[in-house]
C-alpha cells in the first residue's frame, strides 16, 4: 500500500465513501450490489451535476424506480398525455367538434403547464443503471477522477453505517485507471435496467 492508499475497516463506511461520491467531478462509477433508496436519492441528486453510471443488481429495487423516474428515457412517459392530447384534438377538428375543441386546447395548455413543472423537477439525464447479463455482481467499488473506494460495503445504510465492512481508499492515479477500465468492460457487457 502506497502513501496514496488508506485502509479501513469498521462500521463508519460512509466516511470513505461518501467523499467519493460527492467528490467536484464529471463522472462517478458505482457497483454495488444492494443500493438502498437514500442512496440512491443521492445518485439522482449527483446526477444533476454529472454523469452518473451505475452496476447493480435486481435486488436494488429502489434504483430500478429512479432509474425508470429519472432517466433520459423518462421524457417520453413525462409527454404521452400531451400526445394523447393533441390526438383527440385533431379528432375534434376532423369532426368539427368546436365546442369539446375549445375543451380539449384549454385542457391541452394545463397539460403541458403540469408536465414542464414535473419535468424540470425530476428531470435527469445523467443518471443511468445497468445489470450485468445473466450474472449477479458482488463486487463493491465506488470511483470517481480522483479517488475511488473499494470494498465490502454496499451502497445501503446498513453497508455505510452500521455493518463491519473494509473500504480500500484510493487517489493512485493508475490505481483508478485501472478500476475505471474494469467498469467500462462491465459496462458494456451489461444491459439497460
Known amino acids: 500500500m502506497n502513501n496514496r492508499d488508506q485502509s479501513y475497516s469498521g462500521h463508519n463506511s460512509y466516511r470513505y465513501v461518501e467523499p467519493v461520491l460527492k467528490e467536484k467531478s464529471d463522472e462517478l462509477m458505482v457497483i454495488s450490489p444492494y443500493i438502498g433508496d437514500d442512496y440512491a436519492r443521492m445518485l439522482v441528486d449527483l446526477g444533476k451535476s454529472k454523469r452518473v453510471r451505475v452496476i447493480t443488481s435486481e435486488y436494488s429495487a429502489g434504483v430500478k424506480g429512479y432509474a425508470k423516474r429519472y432517466s433520459k428515457e423518462s421524457l417520453f412517459e413525462h409527454l404521452k398525455p400531451i400526445i394523447l392530447m393533441f390526438i383527440l384534438i385533431g379528432a ?56 475511488a473506494a473499494v470494498g465490502s460495503a454496499n451502497l445501503t445504510f446498513s453497508g455505510m453505517h452500521s455493518n463491519l465492512e473494509n473500504v480500500q481508499l484510493t487517489t493512485d492515479r493508475e490505481k483508478i485507471d485501472e478500476f475505471r477500465d474494469h467498469f467500462d468492460k462491465l459496462w458494456e457487457q451489461s444491459s439497460r435496467m
Do not use: D
Open 92 to 147: 375534434a377538428i376532423y369532426l368539427r367538434f368546436y365546442e369539446v375543441l375549445a375543451v380539449l386546447i384549454v385542457i391541452l395548455l394545463i397539460l403541458l403547464s403540469l408536465t414542464y413543472v414535473k419535468y424540470k423537477r425530476t428531470r435527469h439525464s445523467n443518471f443511468e443503471v445497468r445489470l450485468p447479463y445473466e450474472r449477479f455482481v458482488h463486487e463493491k467499488m465506488y470511483i470517481s477522477r480522483r479517488s
